[in-house]
């Protein structure tokens, strides 16, 4: 990339995507100051995660997945937008340490991607004005209670697979009134599905795969007509396979 790229100071997009240039940490693209959107995935920017990065403050969308980044994200990353962030994608790198709550940081209908890194800890309390979250594939362990404090909520798409999450799921699912896609295959989650799964109305994906979740169907599930894709497999659910099944869904 060119060294007076910087000087472009009115710059509101920068879209360089599906690249091989390289943009060193050290780069200095704070003189940026009135972008609003940034997108290198594929670039070449790692291994340190970019310094640059936290000095645009008018940044409402930015996609640094699959740069190289073996780092992780300094403290003050997640707390230097006002609440106006539409769109992170991170995925894709080897991004390591714990994610703060991001509870306040995020615009209405919001998307994250964290998906393909080493992120580690419990799982952050979120904002309720997501609509796509994507945790998928990290190292994250604990429970899941923070799905109950997500209230009147947008959120279309969980992606919670392939981590180290235990646990019971909930029976606070009714929050959900839009969610489409559930993934939660490849954890330790155990116990009986709660009945607010049939609140899920809307929900076309439900993915439990290689979990312990046990005991029978909860039948609230034929509520769930619009499924497309049921995936129970390698739990230990027993009984008969309900009648419903062939019939609501």
């Known amino acids: 990339m060119t060294e007076k ?18 943009v060193p940490s050290k780069y200095h693209l704070s003189g940026l100051s009135y972008v609003k959107v940034i997108d290198l995935m594929s670039c070449k920017i790692g291994p340190r995660f970019p310094k640059w990065v936290q000095t645009l403050k008018n940044l409402t969308a930015l996609d ?15 707390y230097m937008w006002p609440s106006q962030v539409e769109y992170l994608n991170l995925s894709s790198n080897n991004i390591g340490g714990k994610v703060p709550d991001l509870l306040s940081k ?17 799982i952050p309390k979120i904002s309720s004005t997501l609509t796509s979250l994507n945790l998928s594939r990290n190292n994250f362990s604990g429970g899941i209670s923070f799905i ?35 993934n939660l295959e490849h954890n330790n989650l155990f116990g ?10 809307q929900l076309e994906v ?13 039948l609230s ?27 609501n869904l």
């Not at 640094?64 to 997640?78: A, E, I, Q, V």
């Open 5 to 22: 790229l910087w000087e472009l100071s009115i710059l509101q997009t920068l879209d360089v995507s599906f690249n091989t240039l390289t």
């Open 64 to 78: 640094l997945s699959n740069t190289g980044m073996s780092d992780t994200t300094p403290l003050g990353f997640w």
């Open 106 to 122: 995020f615009a209405s209908y919001s998307v994250i991607d964290l998906s393909s890194n080493n992120f580690n800890g419990q």
């Open 148 to 182: 109950c404090q997500i209230v009147d909520g947008w959120l279309e798409y969980l992606d919670l697979s392939h981590n180290s999450l235990i646990g019971q799921l909930l029976d606070c699912l009714w929050h959900f009134k839009e969610l489409k896609v559930l």
């Open 192 to 201: 009986r599905l709660p009945p607010s799964i049939g609140s899920l109305i």
């Open 206 to 218: 439900l993915y439990l795969y290689k979990n312990n979740f046990s005991g029978e169907l909860p």
């Open 221 to 247: 599930l034929k509520s769930c007509t619009l499924l497309i894709s049921l995936d129970l497999g390698a739990n230990k659910f027993s009984g008969k396979v309900p009648v419903w099944i062939g019939e």
